[in-house]
Nanobody, 123 residues
Framework: QVQLVESGGGLVQAGGSLRLSCAAS????????VGWFRQTPGKEREFVAA????????YYADSVKGRFTISRDNGKNTVYLQMNSLKPEDSAVYYC????????????????WGQGTSVTVSS
């Protein structure tokens, strides 16, 4: 069982930066793939970025490539999402999710979810 807690959301101006954190419980967390997803009202949860457990391979949605960076610190059981050059369209509730077996970036492939943290980017 893995429990995830996101933090770091807030209000920022366009062009600014935020760093989201996803703190996890569980002794085997270093082996889990972790993804960040975002959701706005009335829309399906959207993949943002993911990092695998074994190799640390990273994946990004085209909309955030070059602006967002996902990383992990297994010693702290924490995954980060550094978000730079933020745009108003990045505004959403951001969720982190984990799975013991990475099989793709669809939100249905992730088993454990945090409660979300809200990001608002003003223009």
């Amino acid at each position: 069982q893995v429990q995830l807690v996101e933090s770091g959301g807030g209000l920022v101006q366009a062009g600014g930066s935020l760093r989201l954190s996803c703190a996890a419980s569980g002794r085997s967390f270093s082996g889990y793939a972790v993804g960040w997803f975002r959701q706005t009202p009335g829309k399906e949860r959207e993949f943002v970025a993911a990092i695998t457990g074994a190799t640390g391979t990273t994946y990004y949605a085209d909309s955030v490539k070059g602006r967002f960076t996902i990383s992990r610190d297994n010693g702290k059981n924490t995954v980060y999402l550094q978000m730079n050059s933020l745009k108003p369209e990045d505004s959403a509730v951001y969720y982190c999710a984990a799975t013991p077996y990475y099989t793709g970036n669809s939100f249905q492939r992730f088993n454990y979810w945090g409660q979300g943290t809200s990001v608002t980017v003003s223009s």
